[in-house]
Structures are given as C-alpha cells and as structure tokens.
C-alpha cells in the first residue's frame, strides 16, 4: 500500500527568505509524486510532479522539489517566499499505474504554509 | 479559470433530503474522481471512474451514490446523510498518463 507523511502541521517563514515543506511516502514500487496547493475555500491547484528523470523538478509559482531516493523523500522548497505563497500544501503518491485504473493518488495530511511580511 | 466545473458550491441539506452534486470537466480526460475533505482529515477518495467503468469503491456508505453518465459528467447523489458527512466534496479529472489530478472548486456540503 502505498502512504504520504508530512511531519509538519505548519510550518512559518518570514518573506524573502527560503522554504521548505517536507514530505515522505512509502511505496511498493516507482513512485509517481506530487505536489497541490489550496488556497482557502478552493480546490487544488496542481504545483510540480516527479514522475521520472531529473531528480530536482521545477514548478508553478516558483516551486520547486527534490526527489530523494534513499531517502523517500519530496521536499517542497522556494529560494524566496511570498506573503501571498501563505495555503494548504498537500504531498500525494501513487504507485505505478495500472493500465485503465485512473491514477488514485494518497494524499497527505497537508502543512499549511504562513509566511509573514 | 478552472477546467473542471462543479455545482453547486454550496449545499445545506437535512438528513432526510436527497440531494446531488455535479461535476463537468472540459480538459478532454478519461478519469473523473470524487474526494472527500473534512476538517483535520487527509483527503479520501471516495470514487474514481475511469472510461465511464467505476474502478474504485473505497469503502463509502451506500448513502452516497456515484453516476458517471459519460466522461465529461460526474454526480454524486446524496441520500439519508448524516451530520459527520459535512465537508468539502471535490471532483477531479485525468488522462491515464502522466497523472496528475485537475481539481473542481469544491461543493461545500453541511448536513443539519
């Protein structure tokens, strides 16, 4: 079975200076990971995904997140935060897909990101 | 803008009701989900549909009834709910690959 970890609830940063929200999964294979955003009272906004290749992958808003094998990790991080960066950030996984399965993510429990001017 | 559209946003509903929820995405996808959000709870998948065929059941009372009439169109139909199922039910959609979910803006259920 496959599962996401977010160890922080939330996580506070000042503006200007860098951030990191953490993530790790457990999987029985390749894992295909992602990274969403809410923003309050909205859906979520897909961010960045690491399905293959380059370990450090760049996304929307400036975010970017680095695939650590060995240690099962998806960081999120940002080299300077934005008062208006301050949402619900949700780490998701999903095994390799089954062919005509859809793709069930799990998600995690999210950190919500404050960042203070 | 979002390509996936669901209505309505809100919803207040008494236990007795039915009621339904609709989902409409114009991204061209072949997977459509329903997920549940609860206040302090990770995010559950309810259901997810895919080539119109359900292929995942996860474990969701009866009272909540999936209908996939076509790809572009999910309902979840809304029947002698209880007060613990309000939260946000959201929909969304993908192709089978690469697989990252495309997100409607939610309907916001309260069960009095």
């Known amino acids: 079975a496959q599962s996401v970890a977010q160890p922080e609830d939330q996580v506070n940063v000042a503006e200007g200076n860098p951030l990191t929200v953490k993530c790790t999964y457990s999987?029985?294979?390749?894992?295909?990971l992602f990274w969403y955003v809410q923003y309050p009272n909205r859906g979520l906004q897909f961010l960045l995904k690491?399905?293959?290749?380059?370990?450090l992958v760049k996304g929307s808003y400036g975010f970017e997140a680095e695939f650590n094998k060995s240690q099962t990790s998806f960081h999120l991080k940002k080299p300077s935060a934005l008062v208006s960066d301050s949402a619900l950030y949700f780490c998701?996984?999903?095994?390799?897909?089954?062919?005509?399965?859809?793709?069930?993510?799990?998600f995690g429990g999210g950190t919500r990101l404050m960042v203070k001017p | 803008e979002t390509g996936v559209t669901q209505t309505p946003r809100h919803l207040v509903m008494g236990m007795t009701n039915k009621k339904s929820l609709k989902c409409e995405q114009h991204?061209?996808?072949?997977?459509m989900y329903w997920y549940k959000q609860s206040a302090k709870k990770p995010l559950e998948l309810m259901f997810v549909?895919?080539?119109?065929?359900?292929?995942e059941n996860n474990s969701v009372p009866s009272r909540f009834s999936p209908e996939c009439p076509n790809s572009s169109h999910l309902f979840l139909h809304l029947h002698t709910l209880q007060p613990e199922d309000s939260a946000l039910y959201l929909c969304?959609?993908?192709?089978?690959?690469?697989?990252?979910?495309?997100f409607g803006e939610g309907s916001r259920l309260t069960v009095l």
């Open positions: 991204l061209g996808h072949n997977a």
């Open positions: 549909y895919s080539l119109e065929e359900r292929v």
């Open positions: 969304a959609s993908s192709q089978e690959r690469p697989g990252e979910l495309f």
């Open positions: 690491y399905i293959t290749g380059d370990n």
């Open positions: 998701a996984v999903r095994d390799f897909p089954v062919e005509n399965a859809g793709n069930m993510l799990t």
């Open positions: 999987v029985s294979g390749n894992p295909y």
